[in-house]
Nanobody, 123 residues
Framework: VQLQASGGGLVQAGDSLRLSCAAS????????MGWFRQAPGKEREFVASIAWRGSNTIYADSVKGRFTISRDNAKNTIYLQMNSLKPEDTAVYSCAVSRSSPPTSRLEYYRSWGQGTLVTVSS
């Protein structure tokens, strides 16, 4: 499966962005999916994950209450609504498919990484 993330851009602190990640086929419909991010000079970190049914989600503490992950299995797409953005949210955001159905923050569970989309938040 191929994944394509989009929706990044340059925004000011406090603004919102909505990222999308479209999968090339329906093989992702039974798998959890997740968003990760990587800031310059830092390691990739977990942001959010959603179960294949879409009702179970988990978030990194740093984004909890500000970011919302959702999915539309009919469109093979997941979304990341990002509100109250902070300069420390600046990173390349990537999506991936997990080998499991429940959501997970464990990097080793993820496969089929898509190209990321850059989010830059100015202060």
């Amino acid at each position: 499966v191929q994944l394509q993330a989009s929706g990044g851009g340059l925004v000011q602190a406090g603004d919102s962005l909505r990222l999308s990640c479209a999968a090339s086929d329906r093989t992702v419909s039974n798998n959890a999916m997740g968003w990760f991010r990587q800031a310059p000079g830092k390691e990739r970190e977990f942001v959010a994950s959603i179960a294949w049914r879409g009702s179970n989600t988990i978030y990194a503490d740093s984004v909890k209450g500000r970011f919302t992950i959702s999915r539309d299995n009919a469109k093979n797409t997941i979304y990341l609504q990002m509100n109250s953005l902070k300069p420390e949210d600046t990173a390349v955001y990537s999506c991936a498919v997990s080998r499991s159905s429940p959501p997970t923050s464990r990097l080793e569970y993820y496969r089929s990484w898509g190209q990321g989309t850059l989010v830059t938040v100015s202060s």
